[in-house]
């Protein structure tokens, strides 16, 4: 297998964004509620395709920030699509303001991919399908597996949301505060803590050891107005309790493996241990010293995620570099 490098990295941006303007298709799915963007980009030869790749992104997150992922896909025969959730990436927003994270509940998230799939990556590609979910789109990805007819072979949660970190706030009194809140009408303000986007440094950053990866996800999003969002609402905190809960109560039956970031800040790694003993069929991975954004990390983990991945595919891990 092809495996991007991080040393050349800088060097591949004019190969990545011709890829991009060449092999990517990019269009608008139209709900009853929302305009939501998407792409996907197909082997140039189609007979040569290996197998799909349906990625179900995070929070904050845009299709225009896996651009490398996408790219280092397209070069093994892997066919890929991706969706960006409503109220982010180049998706229409919900609240006048653009930067808040929002949404009424989780169902809308897993609604719209359901629909995605069925009218964009069913209509276009026929080959064995694997979700691969990062962060928020785990907890998306097992309530859309859990609700709809799907035909995905197998399942990858990156770094999954199944609790997230509240900071110097006990978890209990973010619940509360987040359903109270929410119920007294105020859901579409920020919650506590939370504001527009701003850039963090790198050496700040809680994301990834990656400098050359974190400066080129952080110049797209200085460089794309409309995918800059700050924090969340606290409609979007509470939907998101709720559908944590829901995701531990009901696990998915889907052959699973989960990718631990062992040094992740951002969400709960005892939550994501507890969901796997409860799925018999999951693999739990932990890559030592990762953080959160394990997509994005230094080579030394970003490659062991990759072969993990590929060989959770049952494809030769082999890296024939870059």
């Known amino acids: ?7 050349k990295l800088l060097n591949k941006q004019n190969e990545i964004m011709q890829f ?11 709900t009853q509620d929302a305009n939501l963007a998407y792409a996907y980009a197909l082997p140039k030869v189609e007979e040569n395709t290996l197998f799909t790749i349906v990625i179900c992104s995070g929070r904050i997150e845009s299709l225009l ?15 890929v699509f991706i969706l960006d959730h409503r109220g982010q990436g180049l998706s229409s927003r919900a609240l006048k303001n653009s930067h808040i994270g ?23 590609n026929h080959k064995t399908k694997f979700l691969l979910a990062h962060s928020m789109g785990c907890v998306i990805a097992c309530d859309y597996l859990n609700n709809y007819a799907h035909s995905f072979e197998k399942v990858v949660l990156c770094s999954p949301m199944f609790g997230i970190n509240t900071g ?5 009194l973010a619940k509360m505060l987040a359903l109270i809140l929410d119920k007294l009408g105020l859901g579409g303000g920020y919650a506590p803590g939370q504001s527009n986007y701003q850039i963090t440094s790198f050496i700040d950053n809680e994301l990834t050891q990656s400098e050359t990866r974190y400066q080129i996800f952080t110049d797209c999003y200085q460089s794309t107005e409309q995918i800059k969002l700050g924090g969340t609402s606290i409609s979007w905190l509470n939907a998101a309790f709720n559908a944590m809960k829901k995701a531990m109560e009901h696990p998915i039956k889907l052959p ?15 939550a994501q241990t507890s969901l796997h003993k409860k799925m018999p069929l999951s693999q739990l991975e932990i890559l030592e010293n990762g953080k959160h954004e394990l997509l994005c990390e230094t080579d030394i983990i970003r490659q062991k995620t990759m072969s993990l991945i590929y060989q959770f595919c049952d494809f030769d891990t082999t890296d024939k570099g870059s």
């Not at 110097?168 to 209990?172: A, T």
């Not at 699973?256 to 005892?270: E, G, H, P």
Request: with cysteine.
């Open 1 to 7: 297998m092809f495996y991007s490098q991080e040393n």
């Open 20 to 30: 991009w303007q060449t092999q990517i298709c990019q269009g608008i799915l139209n």
């Open 65 to 79: 920030k896996y651009k490398e992922l996408i790219w280092e896909f397209n070069k093994n025969n892997i066919a």
């Open 102 to 124: 929002h949404i009424d509940s989780f169902d809308q998230y897993s609604a719209d991919f359901n629909q995605f799939n069925l009218q964009v990556v069913n209509k276009v």
């Open 168 to 172: 110097n706030i006990p978890l209990w």
């Open 256 to 270: 699973c493996l989960i990718l631990q970031a062992q040094a992740d800040t951002i969400v709960s790694n005892r």
